[in-house]
């Protein structure tokens, strides 16, 4: 299992910025991502990286961005120009996931405990 925290959920107007972020420790994992859950929805992938290589839903493709601090054990979650259906919980998450079935959350063993972001318009 790997912990992982994180931080960085807020209240934001239409348009505006904000940046998550994810402290996570070691363990057996290749691929680290983000996924959010709105009220009465399920779980969906939002970006991650596999390979060193981000990858993102169409939903936030152009205005999301992930990185990844190695040395710090960081990765954040850069959200602009945020619309009212971003609104949700957003959780961090670690697992072995391959390119096929990286957006299924199944495929992760370990979660935070998210962090609310609501877009208010």
């Known amino acids: 299992q790997v912990q992982l925290e994180e931080s960085g959920g807020s209240l934001v107007q239409v348009g505006e910025s904000l940046r998550l972020s994810c402290v996570y420790s070691?363990?057996?994992?290749?691929?680290l991502g983000w996924f959010r859950q709105a009220p009465g929805r399920e779980r969906e992938f939002v970006a991650a990286?596999?390979?060193?290589?981000?990858r993102y839903a169409d939903a936030v493709k152009g205005r999301f961005t992930l990185s990844r601090d190695r040395g710090k054990n960081m990765l954040y979650l850069q959200m602009n120009n945020q619309k009212p259906e971003d609104t949700a919980v957003y959780y961090c998450?670690?697992?072995?996931?391959?390119?096929?079935?990286?957006?299924?959350?199944?495929?992760?063993?370990?979660w935070g405990q998210g962090t609310q972001v609501t877009v208010s318009s």
């Open positions: 998450a670690a697992g072995n996931p391959i390119l096929s079935t990286l957006e299924r959350a199944a495929s992760y063993h370990s």
């Open positions: 990286i596999i390979n060193n290589n981000p």
């Open positions: 070691e363990g057996n994992f290749r691929v």
